[in-house]
């Protein structure tokens, strides 16, 4: 896999982004590719507590608007401090959910206009975008008992109604088409295994050279 490259992972909850980084850590680990594994928001100890903040059902109000600069100001933290330093040293990034999650949760879950979150993306990314990304493509009724089978408290993106993560799905399913050269999507109700096998068998296939 080429040094460097910056993979991402999307899909609404329960979909298996989690069980799908963990596995691909380990496949491509074991062929000598040096990974760094991470998530947003978050991935640094100042981007959690962000992550924090945005993520813990309060009884203050977070308007769209704010929970979307939240996102951007805990990217930009992950960038600077461990996604860059990462990529610059040849290590390829495997983050689980970036910027199309702000595009599908903030823009068409929440209804922030999509120009103000690209505007952003711009400012934040600096240039930067992933080299490929992994869409675990899921029905909202299935990703939703998985998530909610998981232990502890639903967060304050879990207690959405499913019209919620509808839209959500849909964005994602929208930003795939827009661009395929980018996009590998893939039927999450199919068994984890498999998902990693394709996965990275497909992310090789693009990332190498
Ligand atoms: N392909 C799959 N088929 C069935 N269950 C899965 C699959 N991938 C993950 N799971 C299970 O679904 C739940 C949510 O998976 P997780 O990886 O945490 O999703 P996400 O990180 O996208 O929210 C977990 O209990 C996990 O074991
Ligand atoms: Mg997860």
């Known amino acids: ?14 979909a298996g982004k989690s069980t799908l980084a963990a596995a691909l850590t380990v496949m491509l680990e074991r062929r000598g590719v040096d990974i760094v ?22 009884a203050e109000a977070l308007t769209p608007v704010a929970e979307m600069l939240l996102m951007f100001a805990a990217r930009r933290i992950h960038l600077d401090n461990l996604v860059r330093p990462a990529l610059a040293r040849g290590a390829c990034v495997i983050c689980d959910r970036f910027t199309d999650a702000t595009r599908a949760y903030q ?26 990304t992994v869409l675990l493509d899921l029905p909202v009724a299935d990703g939703l008992a998985r998530a909610r089978a998981r232990r502890g408290e639903p967060d304050r993106f879990e207690v959405e109604e499913t019209a919620f993560f509808e839209r959500v799905r849909a964005c994602y399913l929208e930003l795939a088409h827009a ?7 893939l039927d999450a109700r199919r068994p984890p295994q498999e998902l990693a096998d394709e996965a990275a068998n497909a992310l090789l296939a693009r990332l190498s050279g």
């Open 1 to 14: 896999m080429t040094p460097g490259s910056f993979i991402t992972l999307e899909g609404i909850e329960g």
């Open 37 to 58: 594994r991470t998530r947003e928001p978050g991935g640094t100890p100042l981007a959690e507590r962000v992550r924090a903040v945005v993520l813990e059902p309060g």
């Open 107 to 132: 823009g068409a879950g929440r209804g922030v206009a999509m120009q103000l979150i690209d505007h952003l993306a711009s400012l934040v990314h600096d240039g930067l975008q992933p080299s490929a």
């Open 179 to 185: 661009e395929p050269e980018r996009f590998i999507v």
